[in-house]
C-alpha cells in the first residue's frame, strides 16, 4: 500500500537557522507529492506540491524537491521564522482507485525560537 | 467568512452516545472528506463523498458513518461514541481540477469520557 515517512519531531530551531524535514514514501505508480502545514488551532493548509519527478514545490520561502530516485520529497527553507512554527505534514495522492485520497505522513512539530 | 466550517468546534460527549459532527464549505466543490488526527499517527481517513450520491469507506471506517446532504453539507456520525474515538476531526474539499489540493475546516475537538 500506499505510505509516508516523516523525520521524528518535535524540531526546535533558532530564528534564521536552516530547516530540512525529511520525508521519504512508499507508493504504487507514480504520485503526486505535498507539504501541508497546521498553525496552532487551525486546519491543514497546502503549503508547496510536485507532480512528476524532478518537480520543485515552492512557497514562502519553503522548497521540496520530487526526488523519485531516493523515493523523496523534503523540506527545506533556508532561514526560519518564528512564525514558521506549526506542524508540517507531507502527504501523496495516487491515481486510479485512489484518485484524489491524501495519504499523510505522521507530522513533524516545528518550534522557532527568537 | 470561511471556506470550510465545521460544527461545533469543541464536544466533550459521554460514552455510548450518539453523535453528529457537521461541515458546510461555500467552495462549490463536489468532494469532500472526513478525516481524524490523533498525535503521532498524522490524519488518517475515515470516509470520502466525491459527489451527492457517492459516499465511500476511508481506511478508518468503522465506528462512523456519513450522510451528504447536499453539496455543501457533509456530516460525520459516531452512533456510540467509545473512549478511542477522541480525537481531533477535519473535513476537506476538493474539486475535480485541483483535486490534490484539500482544503480544510478549523476542526472539532472530540473528547469521549
Known amino acids: 500500500g500506499n505510505s509516508v515517512t516523516q523525520m521524528e519531531g518535535p524540531v526546535t530551531l533558532s530564528e534564521e537557522a536552516f530547516l530540512t524535514i525529511n520525508c521519504t514514501y512508499t507508493?504504487?505508480?507514480?504520485?503526486?507529492l505535498f507539504w501541508y502545514v497546521q498553525y496552532p488551532g487551525e486546519g491543514l493548509q497546502l503549503l508547496l506540491k510536485?507532480?512528476?519527478?524532478?518537480d520543485k514545490g515552492s512557497n514562502k520561502g519553503f522548497e521540496a524537491t520530487y526526488r523519485k530516485e531516493t523515493t523523496s520529497f523534503h523540506l527545506e527553507k533556508g532561514s526560519v521564522q518564528v512564525s514558521d512554527s506549526a506542524v508540517y505534514f507531507c502527504?501523496?495522492?495516487?491515481?486510479?482507485?485512489?484518485?484524489?485520497?491524501?495519504?499523510f505522513g505522521q507530522g513533524t512539530i516545528l518550534t522557532v525560537h527568537p | 467568512d470561511a471556506d470550510v466550517t465545521q460544527t461545533p468546534r469543541n464536544r466533550i460527549t459521554k460514552t455510548g452516545k450518539r453523535i453528529m459532527l457537521e461541515c458546510s464549505q461555500t467552495k462549490g466543490h463536489d468532494r469532500m472528506y472526513w478525516y481524524r488526527q490523533d498525535p503521532g499517527l498524522g490524519l488518517r481517513l475515515i470516509y470520502y463523498?466525491?459527489?451527492?450520491?457517492?459516499?465511500n469507506k476511508g481506511e478508518i471506517s468503522d465506528g462512523y458513518s456519513v450522510s451528504r446532504q447536499a453539496q455543501a453539507k457533509f456530516s460525520l456520525s459516531l452512533e456510540s461514541a467509545i473512549p478511542n474515538q477522541t480525537a481531533l476531526y477535519f473535513c476537506?474539499?476538493?474539486?475535480?481540477?485541483?483535486?490534490?489540493?484539500?482544503?480544510f475546516g478549523p476542526g472539532t475537538r472530540l473528547t469521549v469520557l
Open positions: 476537506a474539499t476538493s474539486d475535480l481540477q485541483g483535486v490534490d489540493t484539500q482544503y
Open positions: 507508493a504504487t505508480g507514480y504520485p503526486s
Open positions: 463523498s466525491f459527489d451527492v450520491k457517492d459516499i
Open positions: 502527504a501523496l495522492s495516487v491515481g486510479g482507485t485512489s484518485y484524489g485520497k491524501l495519504t
Open positions: 510536485a507532480t512528476k519527478a524532478d
